[in-house]
Structures are given as C-alpha cells and as structure tokens.
C-alpha cells in the first residue's frame, strides 16, 4: 500500500514510529485532495457570485465532500504526527507544542523534518530497520 494511504490502515494506531516519508506523503496527499475540492467549491461559488444567482446544489456537494474529508482525516493525521514525534524520541505530548501561536507550528515543522533515531528507542523499533549507533559499536 502507498505510503500515502497508510495512516488511514493505521487510523487510531498512536503507538509505534512513522517515517519522514510515510508522515510527508500523507501531508502531501491530504493538500492535494484539499485542493482541489476546495478549488471546485471556490469555482462555483464564484460562478454563483459573478451571475448573482444562489449556488448550485453541486458546490454544496463537493463542500460536503471536503467536510467528510478532513473529519475522515483528523485521527489518522493526528495518529501518523504522534508516529512522527516518536521516531524523533520524542513523546506524543509535543504535539500541543501547535497551540503556541507561530512559533509552535515551526517547532512541530523542525521535529517533522528532522531524521528519526537510528535503531530501537521506547516508542519501537526503527521503521528504517537501522541499527542503533550502540549496536554497530558493540
């Protein structure tokens, strides 16, 4: 299965550790369907708009759609930043490092970025199944 369909096979699994990959390609999937939909009911409210008339029964269709969307979305996207963090070492509470204004978000965005520890730390096993520094010493 894609990388980018496999925090919805992991819907509530909080536990364990995700990859830079698997985190980034599920961002990257949920901005793409985002956009567009959001594109299309931009599209026909704008339409609606320009000829003064209400909008079409369509653009609150695919708005429904959008909806259903990001509310199918929410846990895996939590669940799969949760993973994140914990192939950083670091715990799942970071994640209410996002409700400091500005500066939260670019600390989230730094832990995002950054590689995982290498080999087994307390949340799992490396998803990249690198031994630790530890173990290739000994």
């Known amino acids: 299965m894609p990388l980018m369909f496999q925090p919805y096979t992991k819907y509530a699994d909080f536990s364990g550790r995700a990859r830079r990959m698997e985190f980034w390609m599920f961002a990257l999937f949920q901005m793409i369907v985002s956009f567009v939909l959001s594109a299309i009911t931009g599209g ?8 003064h008339t209400p909008p079409s029964g369509f653009a609150g ?8 969307f ?6 895996p996207s939590l669940a799969v930043a949760v993973r ?28 995002y970025l950054l590689d ?23």
């Open 84 to 111: 994140r963090l914990h192939d950083s070492g670091k715990s799942g509470a970071w994640i209410l490092v996002a409700l400091v204004p500005v500066i939260g978000g670019l600390v989230l965005l730094v832990l």
């Open 116 to 138: 995982g520890t290498p080999g087994d730390n307390q949340y799992g096993p490396d998803p990249k199944g690198r031994a630790s520094l530890a173990t290739v010493a000994a």
């Open 70 to 75: 990001a509310l199918a979305s929410f846990v």
């Open 44 to 51: 026909a409210m704008m339409s609606a708009i320009m000829t």
């Open 61 to 68: 269709l695919i708005f429904m759609l959008w909806s259903l």
